[in-house]
C-alpha cells in the first residue's frame, strides 16, 4: 500500500490509475497497521535482486556507478509530478535491470517466449525508459537484462523518445473524460494541497 504516485503508476491503464489514486486518497493521513503474516503471494525476484544489486554497487569505490537514486518525471498531460526510482546509475545515465527467464535471443526462443517478452517490452520495460529518461532530461538510458536461467546478461542503450510520445497521447485522450478530470482534480487538490 503507497500513499503517494509512483512512475510504475503511469504504466497503468485509465481504470487501474483510477484504482490507484482512489488507493492513495482511501490510506492519507492514516498510518498502516503493522503485519503480523507473511505475504501470501511469492516475493518477486525482480525486487530481491534490485536489492541485491542496489547493496553491490553502494560497496564499489568508483565515482562513474551508483546505487538507485529519485528522478522526478513531470507528467505535463495530467499536470502531475511522480517519482521514481531507477535501479543504477552510470556517469549519471539512469540504468533499469529486469530479470527473464532467459535473454532474448531469436534462436533460443519460440514463438511464445518471443511475444512474452515484446509484450513486456512494450508495456512494462519502454514506458519506464521514457518516464526515467526523461525525467533525467536525456533521450535515451540503458536497459541491464539478466537472465534467472544462466546467469547471463546484456545492457542495451534504449531510447524512449517514440514511447513517451505514445503515452503522452494517452494521457491527453484520458483528459477528454469529463469524470476521469474530476477524479483526478479529486485526487490533486487532496494530495497536493498546500499546508
Known sequence: RSSTLKVSNLKLGKKKFIGKIESILSWQDKIPSPKVDAPKAEVEIGHVFDEYLTQ???KIPTTKWKAMERVVFECAPLGISVNGTPDLFYEEVPIESKTVRILPKQRDMNNKALKKFKDKW????????????????????????????????????VSGKIKLQQLEDKWTTWMSDDEFV????????????SP
Open 122 to 157: 512494450q508495456t512494462n520495460y519502454l514506458p519506464q525508459i521514457a518516464m526515467y529518461s526523461k525525467g533525467s532530461n536525456l533521450e535515451w538510458m540503458f536497459l541491464l537484462l539478466i537472465s534467472r536461467q544462466n546467469k547471463e546478461f546484456s545492457i542495451v542503450p
Open 182 to 193: 474530476k477524479k483526478l482534480n479529486h485526487f490533486k487538490r487532496k494530495c497536493f494541497q
Open 56 to 58: 553491490v554497487f553502494r
